[in-house]
DNA sequence: CCAATAGTGTCTATCAGACATTATCTA
DNA sequence: TAGATAATGTCTGATAGACACTATTGG
């Protein structure tokens, strides 16, 4: 038999697969903490519950794992993220109940300011702050899902800029070394931050302050291949 | 209608959904190169092309996505690598002919000793050069999973000794530096190399050592937790 | 002895940590 | 002016790179 015969006669319905979902830990920054997106799940299982956004593979309309991602934040947020990455993927016998199933997981970020006016039109989806979610009931293994990203955050921290990626366009040096120290958990040295960001010329000074109460700091916006920059060596774990 | 009815009543079939595999790139360091094992195709689609070794979830038999790993490297090498990590999932409508696939890729080493017997009774298993292997016309996208595994080991032999995985128990310091010279592209310090692992403690001496028609090198083996010892600096890139 | 390979001594350069000092705003 | 926050100066310590040197084997 030739391959042409053979996928003309192939059925994947007679084999046994599992379900194929991805979701999405969407990371941002506000208020002094960090918050992530949850959706309220309004069908079986886990009815009731908050859980990450996500869903099935739409075979006909995603022509990729990441399109059905982009969809399924659109849907929520009513924009793409500027930062998405794979994570992991989970795939066991127990995690559904509906049976063997794979997640594909994804981390983004985004400002909170972009789509805070699409979240307030919703109720079933919105920001809550990672300290309260961990105390949360969430759906399926959404909870380690979410410890795995932060976790994957908290490195990113320690040897890139990645995380400017939930902060707005424009943002002050204090407020990004404020969102690493939340994330890797301990204060930094602001001289050293600053330093490495300088010399490595990774953000661009807009020219324009922002006031605190006290002296203005400069508002700064990322280059363009800034994400991708690893720093040799790590701040102090 | 409550969940315990839903459950009931859910028939996965009746949804439309992706191929699930797992892939793995096992590589290995043999006669001063990396090597990486490929199985060939004995079923379309792309039979009789070389492909990673891997295969579709069995929900009867696998309760997690590495048990499946495990069980498919196991039937082409023999044992169970003593290295073994998600590297990325690719999923996409293009990447098989039968239609819309994920595969969940794996990176495995192991030393070539430990299944050479093993090997040697099958047809359909080898170990091949890397620079032999990316000239090669592998099945599906099977040549993208081994660069983006081979780009992942580079970072890792960068800031770690997970390479020591892919060498025999036992192994000198001068033979694991050129593991690392040849998956980072470029030579390197032989006292920087060795005075970081020293300080790290991150080997045990044997006690025994290895000629190589010059001084004898000594014989060093991994402690329990090296493989997640990650340095605060890289080597430079 | 020489050739070959393993392993050390030691200097320099880089860069993060620490912390004191200066700058610039508002009340 | 004081209080607050931003930004800089400068010293120390850790560690990778460079490279010369010594050590241990086999002919």
Redesign the pocket.
């Known amino acids: 038999m030739d391959e042409k015969q053979f996928l003309a006669e192939y059925d994947k319905r007679q084999y046994d697969s599992p379900l194929v979902t991805v979701d999405a830990v969407m990371f941002t920054y506000h208020e002094e903490c960090l918050k992530v997106l949850l959706v309220g799940r309004s069908n079986h299982p886990d009815q009731g519950k908050w859980g990450l956004p996500g869903g099935f593979v739409d075979l006909e309309r995603d022509s990729t794992l990441e399109d059905t991602v982009r969809r399924k934040l659109k849907e929520k947020t009513g924009i793409e993220p500027p930062y998405l990455e794979q994570l992991q993927s989970i795939g066991n016998a127990k995690r559904d109940k509906r049976g063997w199933s794979v997640t594909i997981a994804y981390t983004a970020l985004m400002a909170y300011q972009s789509c805070e006016a699409h979240i307030a039109t919703v109720t079933d989806a919105q920001w809550l702050a990672l300290d309260v979610v961990s105390q949360m009931d969430l759906a399926f293994d959404h909870q380690a899902i979410i410890g795995l990203a932060r976790e994957r955050m908290r490195q990113k921290a320690l040897y890139s800029i990645v995380p400017a990626y939930a902060l707005p366009e424009a943002f002050?040096?204090?407020e990004l070394q404020h969102l690493h120290e939340v994330l890797i958990g301990k204060s930094?040295?602001?001289?050293?931050?600053?330093?490495?960001i300088e010399?490595a010329e990774l953000l661009i000074d807009t020219g324009e302050?922002r006031?605190?109460?006290?002296?203005?700091?400069?508002l700064y916006r990322m280059k363009q291949a800034s994400g991708a920059y690893t720093?040799?060596?790590n701040?102090?774990d």
Chains 1, 2 share one sequence.
């Open positions: 002050t040096l204090p930094l040295q602001k001289k050293s931050f600053r330093r490495r010399q302050k006031s605190e109460g006290g002296r203005p700091a400069a720093f040799v060596r701040l102090e």
